[in-house]
Protein backbone atom coordinates (compact mmCIF):
# COMPACT_ATOMS: atom_id res chain seq x y z
CA UNK A 1 0.00 0.00 0.00
CA UNK A 2 3.15 2.41 0.46
CA UNK A 3 3.43 2.81 -3.14
CA UNK A 4 -0.09 4.40 -3.65
CA UNK A 5 -0.14 6.19 -0.75
CA UNK A 6 2.77 8.14 -2.03
CA UNK A 7 1.00 8.81 -5.24
CA UNK A 8 -1.33 9.90 -3.18
CA UNK A 9 0.38 12.66 -1.39
CA UNK A 10 2.35 13.40 -4.66
CA UNK A 11 -1.12 14.48 -6.08
CA UNK A 12 -2.19 16.43 -3.33
CA UNK A 13 0.75 18.30 -3.60
CA UNK A 14 1.41 18.67 -6.75
CA UNK A 15 -3.01 20.22 -6.75
CA UNK A 16 -1.46 22.96 -4.60
CA UNK A 17 1.33 24.18 -7.49
CA UNK A 18 -0.07 27.80 -8.63
CA UNK A 19 0.87 26.87 -12.66
CA UNK A 20 -0.24 23.46 -12.28
CA UNK A 21 -4.17 23.32 -13.91
CA UNK A 22 -5.43 20.27 -13.19
CA UNK A 23 -9.38 21.00 -12.55
CA UNK A 24 -11.53 24.17 -13.15
CA UNK A 25 -13.80 25.54 -10.74
CA UNK A 26 -16.33 23.70 -9.35
CA UNK A 27 -18.82 26.53 -9.34
CA UNK A 28 -18.78 26.56 -13.30
CA UNK A 29 -21.30 24.43 -15.27
CA UNK A 30 -18.35 24.34 -17.84
CA UNK A 31 -16.13 21.50 -18.72
CA UNK A 32 -13.38 21.16 -21.68
CA UNK A 33 -12.46 18.46 -24.10
CA UNK A 34 -8.84 18.48 -24.79
CA UNK A 35 -6.88 15.60 -27.10
CA UNK A 36 -3.79 14.67 -27.09
CA UNK A 37 -0.88 13.28 -29.38
CA UNK A 38 -1.94 15.43 -33.18
CA UNK A 39 -1.70 16.55 -35.19
CA UNK A 40 -2.20 13.64 -37.45
CA UNK A 41 -3.77 12.25 -40.55
CA UNK A 42 -7.09 12.50 -38.68
CA UNK A 43 -6.93 16.16 -37.45
CA UNK A 44 -8.98 17.32 -40.24
CA UNK A 45 -11.91 14.66 -39.05
CA UNK A 46 -11.31 15.98 -35.60
CA UNK A 47 -12.05 19.01 -36.63
CA UNK A 48 -14.92 18.83 -38.69
CA UNK A 49 -17.13 16.70 -36.51
CA UNK A 50 -16.09 19.80 -33.25
CA UNK A 51 -17.21 21.92 -36.07
CA UNK A 52 -20.37 20.15 -36.65
CA UNK A 53 -20.87 19.70 -32.62
CA UNK A 54 -19.77 23.68 -32.44
CA UNK A 55 -17.71 23.06 -29.62
CA UNK A 56 -14.32 24.27 -29.06
CA UNK A 57 -11.64 22.15 -27.30
CA UNK A 58 -7.54 22.41 -26.74
CA UNK A 59 -5.37 19.80 -28.67
CA UNK A 60 -1.75 19.47 -26.85
CA UNK A 61 0.50 18.94 -30.06
CA UNK A 62 3.40 17.17 -30.06
CA UNK A 63 6.25 19.46 -31.37
CA UNK A 64 7.45 17.56 -34.41
CA UNK A 65 4.38 16.59 -35.46
CA UNK A 66 3.29 20.25 -35.33
CA UNK A 67 6.76 21.29 -37.52
CA UNK A 68 5.20 18.83 -40.40
CA UNK A 69 1.81 20.01 -40.20
CA UNK A 70 1.70 23.94 -40.28
CA UNK A 71 -1.26 23.96 -42.24
CA UNK A 72 -3.06 21.57 -39.52
CA UNK A 73 -1.72 24.28 -37.08
CA UNK A 74 -3.09 27.10 -38.48
CA UNK A 75 -6.45 25.32 -39.03
CA UNK A 76 -6.86 24.53 -35.28
CA UNK A 77 -6.67 28.29 -34.49
CA UNK A 78 -8.65 29.48 -37.21
CA UNK A 79 -11.76 26.98 -35.80
CA UNK A 80 -11.17 28.91 -32.90
CA UNK A 81 -9.71 25.83 -30.90
CA UNK A 82 -6.44 26.57 -28.19
CA UNK A 83 -3.39 24.73 -28.95
CA UNK A 84 -0.48 24.38 -26.55
CA UNK A 85 2.38 22.16 -26.32
CA UNK A 86 2.41 18.29 -25.74
CA UNK A 87 6.44 17.90 -25.76
CA UNK A 88 8.22 17.83 -29.14
CA UNK A 89 8.84 14.21 -29.16
CA UNK A 90 6.35 12.22 -26.65
CA UNK A 91 9.78 11.49 -24.46
CA UNK A 92 8.51 11.60 -20.87
CA UNK A 93 9.75 14.63 -19.30
CA UNK A 94 11.15 12.76 -16.36
CA UNK A 95 13.59 11.16 -18.61
CA UNK A 96 15.01 14.37 -19.85
CA UNK A 97 17.79 16.41 -18.45
CA UNK A 98 16.79 20.25 -17.50
CA UNK A 99 18.57 21.48 -20.53
CA UNK A 100 16.79 19.02 -23.07
CA UNK A 101 13.72 19.42 -21.33
CA UNK A 102 13.61 23.20 -22.22
CA UNK A 103 15.12 22.85 -25.47
CA UNK A 104 12.42 20.12 -26.14
CA UNK A 105 9.53 22.63 -25.17
CA UNK A 106 10.97 25.41 -27.03
CA UNK A 107 11.20 23.42 -30.28
CA UNK A 108 7.16 23.25 -29.44
CA UNK A 109 6.83 26.26 -29.19
CA UNK A 110 8.48 27.31 -32.47
CA UNK A 111 6.30 25.12 -34.22
CA UNK A 112 3.53 25.73 -32.74
CA UNK A 113 4.14 30.14 -33.27
CA UNK A 114 2.58 31.20 -30.22
CA UNK A 115 -0.16 30.09 -27.84
CA UNK A 116 -3.76 31.72 -28.11
CA UNK A 117 -3.54 31.94 -24.39
CA UNK A 118 -0.01 34.14 -24.00
CA UNK A 119 2.17 32.44 -21.44
CA UNK A 120 2.77 28.81 -22.80
CA UNK A 121 0.89 25.77 -21.54
CA UNK A 122 2.42 22.50 -21.48
CA UNK A 123 1.19 19.10 -20.89
CA UNK A 124 3.86 16.29 -20.49
CA UNK A 125 3.69 13.22 -22.00
CA UNK A 126 1.67 10.68 -20.04
CA UNK A 127 1.07 13.12 -17.18
CA UNK A 128 4.96 11.77 -16.00
CA UNK A 129 6.39 14.64 -13.87
CA UNK A 130 8.11 14.82 -10.92
CA UNK A 131 9.37 17.87 -8.66
CA UNK A 132 12.45 18.26 -10.80
CA UNK A 133 10.64 18.34 -14.03
CA UNK A 134 7.75 20.67 -12.47
CA UNK A 135 10.57 23.20 -11.02
CA UNK A 136 12.17 23.61 -14.51
CA UNK A 137 8.50 23.90 -15.95
CA UNK A 138 7.38 26.62 -13.55
CA UNK A 139 10.94 28.58 -13.56
CA UNK A 140 10.32 29.12 -17.39
CA UNK A 141 6.84 30.44 -17.04
CA UNK A 142 4.99 27.15 -18.18
CA UNK A 143 1.43 26.63 -17.49
CA UNK A 144 1.32 22.85 -16.82
CA UNK A 145 -2.03 21.54 -17.56
CA UNK A 146 -3.04 18.41 -16.47
CA UNK A 147 -6.64 16.12 -16.48
CA UNK A 148 -9.04 15.47 -14.13
CA UNK A 149 -11.40 13.15 -16.26
CA UNK A 150 -9.10 10.69 -18.03
CA UNK A 151 -11.51 9.03 -21.04
CA UNK A 152 -8.50 6.33 -21.52
CA UNK A 153 -9.43 5.94 -25.10
CA UNK A 154 -5.54 4.46 -25.83
CA UNK A 155 -7.43 0.75 -24.15
CA UNK A 156 -10.64 1.12 -25.41
CA UNK A 157 -12.07 1.26 -28.30
CA UNK A 158 -16.17 0.72 -27.94
CA UNK A 159 -17.65 4.71 -28.46
CA UNK A 160 -20.47 3.74 -26.19
CA UNK A 161 -18.59 2.88 -23.14
CA UNK A 162 -16.19 6.02 -23.99
CA UNK A 163 -19.31 7.98 -23.52
CA UNK A 164 -20.25 6.48 -20.42
CA UNK A 165 -17.05 7.43 -18.86
CA UNK A 166 -17.50 11.22 -20.18
CA UNK A 167 -21.34 11.19 -19.41
CA UNK A 168 -22.93 13.91 -16.96
CA UNK A 169 -23.11 11.30 -14.16
CA UNK A 170 -19.57 11.03 -14.06
CA UNK A 171 -18.54 14.63 -14.71
CA UNK A 172 -19.04 17.28 -13.17
CA UNK A 173 -18.26 21.87 -13.49
CA UNK A 174 -14.82 22.15 -14.24
CA UNK A 175 -13.73 18.86 -15.04
CA UNK A 176 -10.93 18.65 -18.20
CA UNK A 177 -11.56 15.19 -19.81
CA UNK A 178 -8.64 13.55 -21.70
CA UNK A 179 -8.67 12.23 -25.11
CA UNK A 180 -6.55 11.59 -27.97
CA UNK A 181 -6.05 12.60 -31.61
CA UNK A 182 -5.63 10.14 -34.59
CA UNK A 183 -9.09 7.39 -33.21
CA UNK A 184 -12.01 6.52 -34.87
CA UNK A 185 -13.79 5.30 -31.97
CA UNK A 186 -12.54 8.54 -30.02
CA UNK A 187 -14.30 10.38 -33.22
CA UNK A 188 -17.38 8.33 -32.78
CA UNK A 189 -18.20 8.78 -29.53
CA UNK A 190 -17.57 12.75 -29.39
CA UNK A 191 -21.20 13.04 -30.65
CA UNK A 192 -22.70 11.52 -28.03
CA UNK A 193 -20.59 12.94 -25.23
CA UNK A 194 -20.92 16.18 -26.59
CA UNK A 195 -24.84 15.93 -26.77
CA UNK A 196 -25.28 14.78 -23.28
CA UNK A 197 -23.13 16.72 -21.41
CA UNK A 198 -25.13 19.77 -23.56
CA UNK A 199 -28.39 18.01 -22.53
CA UNK A 200 -27.23 18.34 -18.88
CA UNK A 201 -26.69 21.61 -19.40
CA UNK A 202 -22.86 21.92 -19.20
CA UNK A 203 -21.00 24.50 -21.48
CA UNK A 204 -18.05 23.28 -23.58
CA UNK A 205 -15.04 25.27 -23.53
CA UNK A 206 -11.38 25.40 -24.37
CA UNK A 207 -8.99 24.58 -21.16
CA UNK A 208 -7.84 28.17 -21.16
CA UNK A 209 -11.13 29.91 -21.38
CA UNK A 210 -12.03 26.96 -17.99
CA UNK A 211 -9.46 28.45 -15.99
CA UNK A 212 -9.99 32.14 -17.00
CA UNK A 213 -13.26 31.91 -15.30
ZN1 LIG B 1 0.45 11.82 -25.34
Same mark, same amino acid.
Request: a negative charge.
Given at each position: MAPSLRARIKQVMFDRVPGLLR? $???? #??RVALTFD %? $?? %? %??TGQYLDVLDDLGVPATFFLLGEAAKNRPDDVRDYLRRGHQIAS &???? &? !??? !???TRKQLLQQCAQTEEALG $??? #???PWVRPPHGSLDTASIVSLLAARYTVALW #?? %? #?EDYGERDPAVLAERCSPGKVSGGDVLLFHEGQQWTLNALPRIVSALHGAGYELVTMHDLFAS
Amino acid at each position: MAPSLRARIKQVMFDRVPGLLRR $GPAA #SKRVALTFD %D $GP %D %DMTGQYLDVLDDLGVPATFFLLGEAAKNRPDDVRDYLRRGHQIAS &HGYD &H !TRF !TELTRKQLLQQCAQTEEALG $GQI #SGRPWVRPPHGSLDTASIVSLLAARYTVALW #SV %D #SEDYGERDPAVLAERCSPGKVSGGDVLLFHEGQQWTLNALPRIVSALHGAGYELVTMHDLFAS
